[in-house]
């Protein structure tokens, strides 16, 4: 058997992402355009000390400076929607709020209605480590008009990520290596596969420094509340899709109190450990090829098989060929194994994209791997036209999931859960195992350990889940709705990965109700 050994994918992100790119700051500062009301008092965290004898008079001055900068706002984007983009600074590790500082770039697009405005909606895209800058502009399409009109989107790069102080690992080259490298599961490969992952995490420590260690959704939890109080507003409005659900989740356990309306859509089970999230996710994605594969087989127009038997088989012969022998792709790129299998999850995230997929796969089984690697571009956001990596997302999402869950690095034990993927998704399972190598071997252990989320106090919490989501598995949002000690649960039937946003007028009318007037739908409510 083979494998292409590669972090779990984590969350994966909402469906316009992948064509999203970063919006860079302009230079020049425009001072008081479109700034902020000024913040609310806000509660101080409830933070431990790393350090019994910090003078407790420095901490609560650190806070009241963090929450109550009034930062100036650059116009950052020339075509519509109007956006500004702001930075502010945060503690690198909050248990010490007087040490040292990271800044955490933002940007808004201002309520369409401002007589009717309700303050702001602060929306993560998921990933981990989607600039939450480079999708923004892409929210007006996903969010109805009626919730633009009265609240100011915002959103912002996670620490670690994009415009934020960021993580860094490799060259543009080292990533394209880095990400086309795939190993086989015998002793010499699982040696060679430990050797990258630790030369890797080293590279990601020499050139990211002390961030590294502080890139946990539990730090970004707390970076979110300082960006709320700084926006002016008195509870945190949020959207959080995929990964975006982990972040709202750990924000309501921080602060319940402050949780305004919030709708977590694409839901991750916050209990499952990182083994067990790397196989629901690989099942999940597993049952979406098989599905896309019965699709393709009675669609004329699908080109890459006419029966779902030997489409899947193809697959399986296209996945373990190209591991010793890799096609080529144009322009002096290959296509391996492990860039054909990002290349085969790419287009699963959504029933839109199945064509592609069907178009790339026949051209693959021919043995052109070129629409296979530019769908893996676009899965990590490399730009295929230029050759380099458009934001810092391939990086990120391995820093922060391995901040997020220990592993076990016990060899024996991942072959077990390899063994026991291969029977549970029998296509892809065989090319998934052994993605807990990395983080067993990542320079800083996790700062969060898996555990149910209750966020006891917090106003209702709408959990949002798709039935047929590859990326975040349906059964992940039944578990947080249940968790939650307000979750409410609401379902899409679908073959997608999330649900608002996709024109869906029922799973539209019950979030926008939720955002805009706090109605509650039923919890159970399918769609």
Not at 42 to 49: E, G, T, V, Y
Not at 79 to 104: S, Y
Not at 192 to 198: F, H, Q, T, V, Y
Not at 474 to 501: I, R
Request: contains cysteine; proline residues 7%; glycine residues 8%.
């Amino acid at each position: 058997m083979t494998r292409q050994y590669k972090s779990a994918n984590g969350g994966g992100i909402a469906p316009a992402v992948a064509a999203a790119a970063a919006i860079g700051l302009i230079a020049a500062i425009l001072a008081s355009c479109a700034s902020s009301p000024d913040p609310a008092p806000s509660p101080k965290p409830s933070l431990s000390s790393s350090n019994a004898e910090q003078d407790e008079a420095a901490k609560r001055a650190a806070l009241e400076r963090i929450y109550g900068q009034k930062p100036e706002w650059v116009s950052c984007q020339d075509q519509a929607p109007p956006m500004v983009c702001a930075r502010i600074e945060v503690p690198l590790n909050w248990d010490d709020p007087a040490g040292d500082q990271i800044t955490i770039t933002l940007a808004r697009i201002p309520a369409t209605n401002p007589e009717a405005r309700q303050g702001s909606l602060i929306v993560n895209p998921g990933g981990p480590g989607v600039s939450g800058i480079g999708y923004l502009q892409w929210m007006p399409m996903m969010a109805s008009e009626a919730v633009q009109e009265v609240y100011d989107l915002v959103s912002f790069d996670p620490r670690g990520v994009g415009q934020s102080t960021p993580i860094d690992c490799l060259d543009d080259a080292g990533l394209d290596q880095y990400m086309a490298i795939s190993f086989n599961d015998d002793e010499e490969g699982l040696a060679k596969a430990i050797e990258n992952a630790k030369a890797f995490g080293k590279a990601c420590s020499e050139q990211t420094g002390p961030l590294l260690e502080f890139v946990d959704t539990a730090s970004a939890a707390h970076d979110m509340d300082a960006i709320r109080a700084v926006l002016g507003d008195n509870k945190l409005n949020y959207l959080g899709y995929s990964y975006g659900t982990f972040l709202g989740a750990n924000y309501a356990e921080a602060f319940p109190e402050l949780v305004g309306r919030m709708v977590l859509d694409g839901a991750i089970d916050p209990t499952r450990t990182a083994r067990e999230s790397e196989f629901d996710q690989m099942v999940a994605f597993d049952r979406s090829l098989t599905e896309f594969a019965a699709w393709c087989a009675k669609t004329r127009s699908c080109p890459a098989g006419t029966s779902q038997e030997r489409i899947l088989a193809d697959t399986v012969n296209l996945l373990n060929a190209t591991l010793d022998k890799p096609l080529p792709a144009g322009g002096g790129r290959q296509l391996t194994q492990s860039l054909a299998f990002q290349g085969i999850l790419s287009p699963l995230y959504s029933e839109r994209t199945w064509p592609e997929l069907g178009q790339a796969l026949a051209e693959a089984f021919q043995g052109d791997g070129t629409q296979l690697v530019l769908k893996a571009d676009e899965l990590y956001h490399r730009d295929s036209s230029t050759g380099r990596w458009e934001d810092n997302m391939a990086e990120a999402i391995v820093a922060i999931n391995c901040a997020d869950s220990p592993v076990n690095g016990d060899l024996k034990e991942m072959g077990q859960d390899a063994a026991a993927l291969r029977e549970a998704a029998p296509t892809l399972g065989q090319f998934a195992g052994y993605g807990a190598i990395t983080c067993s071997n990542w320079p800083f252990p996790a700062r969060i350990k898996p555990h149910a989320i209750k966020a006891a106090g917090a106003a209702p919490i709408l959990v949002v889940g798709t039935t047929g989501d590859p990326a975040t598995p349906y059964e992940e949002a039944v578990a947080l709705a249940d968790q939650l000690e307000s979750g409410v649960l609401l379902t899409l039937e679908g073959e997608q990965h999330t649900a608002y946003g996709s024109s869906n007028q029922c799973i539209t009318a019950a979030v926008d109700g939720l955002l805009i007037s706090g109605t509650v739908p039923k919890s159970g409510l399918r769609c």
